[in-house]
């Protein structure tokens, strides 16, 4: 459920007209909805009331620093994956208590960071990375706080580029190995095992892999009491998936309901890593239709969002419904919608049916709030959207649209330093 619709027939997100917000800050536009986003870090978190967790939001997913700081007093931790997210969280006010680390490549200059800051734990994904991570702790007479991350090799069923727990992808590492790396974890006088993780990929739509990763990890759990390591974490990871199109995932309440249950007999807090759940559906980029162009076999609507600001379509084929600003008159056109961008693969949708646009006309691209700007890059020296954040009727710049100066700003000096080349 969210909060963009229509009202006399004009796109509303909340209160306000999409069309007013338009006229004040031009296009492409990220419009989010804070009601939304508040309404389904509640609506994931309360999933999982009959068992002690913690869910700590997927920074990647979007990390606008007004999403950060909504949920951070909504009560969530954050997952994150770079010194960049634990700047971001911080910054944000988010408790460092409740942040886990995530990735496959933390640099020490990383490491170091998320040490000083004190955070709840590392998901560490390779041997290396544990032996680096006691290292560096005891170069500041620390000790970190890890889990291990399983890669259970269970097919989520999803896209294989969002696919994370199979054995052929990078992350973390095979039962047999994480039972070796749990012993070298308490071997080292630097780490502290305390929890296990998995992640098995995005956009999942069915509860099977979960329950099966699950399952799996609970088994693990068993050999690790045998070796006298007793932990205290449970990290499932996130990728419970939302309905672009028309996919059926399963609601929280179902994963909760099934988690919780499977979980009830295991002394363990869960932790949650959801980042599209929340996030996805709280925002919609908003396009101005520049031309429309119709040859022997298709019509094009060209439009003023391009794959620069969201990748989606492009990358992974992913489907956006697309939708009129202002309500159709029942017209209808099929058509591909593209970019400006020189590339044949810049894309929002092909071969789609919606109400008949024209120039001029604006549309809306849903589901845009996860892995939507965050993905923006300035290709084609395009300068990247501005962001809206809206609460009833009220609304704020949450980023400002980026101007020609912003595509040069970091190589002005390299203008200057040219000479020196000679
Ligand atoms: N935890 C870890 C360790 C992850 O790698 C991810 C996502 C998440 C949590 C959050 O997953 P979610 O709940 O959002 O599914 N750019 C792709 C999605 C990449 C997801 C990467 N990892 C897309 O646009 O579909």
């Given at each position: 459920m969210h909060y963009f619709q229509y009202k006399n027939g004009q796109l509303h997100a909340e209160d306000i007209a999409v069309a007013d917000l338009v006229y004040e800050y031009g296009t492409p536009l990220y419009i989010y909805s804070a009601t939304t986003l508040k309404r389904h870090y509640k609506a994931f978190d309360s999933a999982f009331e009959g068992i002690d967790h913690l869910t700590c939001y997927s920074v990647k997913a979007n990390s606008n620093l007004s999403f950060l700081k909504i949920l951070a007093q909504e009560g969530a931790g954050t997952d994150i994956v770079s010194g960049g997210e634990l700047f971001r969280a911080l910054r944000a006010g988010v408790d460092p208590k409740k942040i886990v680390y995530s990735g496959v490549g933390k640099k020490v200059v990383e490491i170091q960071e998320a040490l000083f800051a004190d955070i709840l734990m590392f998901n560490v994904e390779s041997v290396q990375e544990l032996e680096r991570i006691n290292e560096v702790a005891a170069g500041l007479d620390k000790v970190a706080r890890?889990?291990?991350?399983?890669?259970?090799?269970?097919?989520?069923?999803t896209h294989p580029y969002v696919s994370t727990g199979l054995k052929e992808n990078k992350f973390g590492l095979s039962r047999p190995d994480a039972l070796k790396a749990y012993a070298l974890a308490k071997s080292l006088p630097n780490v502290e095992p305390i929890g296990m993780d998995c992640h098995i990929g995005s956009q999942l739509t069915q509860l099977s892999p979960f329950m099966e990763a699950l399952d799996k990890l609970k088994e693990f759990h068993g050999q690790l009491l045998e070796m006298g390591i007793k932990i205290k974490y449970m990290d499932l990871g996130g990728g419970l998936g939302i309905t672009y199109n028309e996919e059926t995932p399963p609601h929280p309440e179902e994963l909760g309901k099934a988690l919780v249950?499977?979980?009830?007999?295991?002394?363990?807090?869960?932790?949650?890593?959801?980042?599209?759940?929340?996030?996805?559906?709280?925002?919609?980029?908003?396009?101005?239709?520049?031309?429309?162009?119709?040859n022997e076999d298709k019509t094009f609507v060209i439009v003023d969002a391009a794959m620069n600001d969201l990748v989606r379509p492009s990358l992974y084929g992913s489907y956006h419904r697309i939708a009129s600003v202002r309500e159709g008159n029942g017209e209808e056109m099929t058509a591909d919608v593209v970019g400006p961008i020189?590339?044949?693969?810049?894309?929002?949708?092909?071969?789609?049916?919606?109400?008949?646009?024209?120039?001029?006309?604006?549309?809306?691209?849903?589901?845009?709030?996860?892995?939507?700007?965050?993905?923006?890059?300035?290709?084609?020296?395009?300068?990247?959207?501005?962001?809206?954040?809206?609460?009833?009727?009220?609304?704020?710049?949450?980023?400002?649209?980026?101007?020609?100066?912003?595509?040069?700003a970091l190589e002005e000096d390299g203008l200057a330093c040219i000479g020196r080349l000679k």
């Open positions: 890890v889990s291990l991350r399983i890669n259970p090799d269970v097919d989520p069923k249950e499977s979980l009830k007999d295991l002394d363990v807090t869960l932790i949650l890593e959801p980042g599209r759940v929340i996030a996805g559906n709280t925002g919609i980029l908003v396009t101005e239709v520049q031309y429309t162009k119709t020189c590339e044949s693969g810049d894309f929002l949708a092909k071969n789609r049916t919606f109400p008949k646009v024209g120039q001029g006309d604006l549309l809306a691209a849903f589901s845009a709030g996860a892995y939507g700007f965050v993905m923006s890059s300035q290709y084609n020296s395009r300068a990247r959207a501005a962001e809206i954040m809206v609460e009833g009727d009220k609304h704020v710049v949450v980023r400002k649209r980026e101007v020609y100066n912003d595509l040069v």
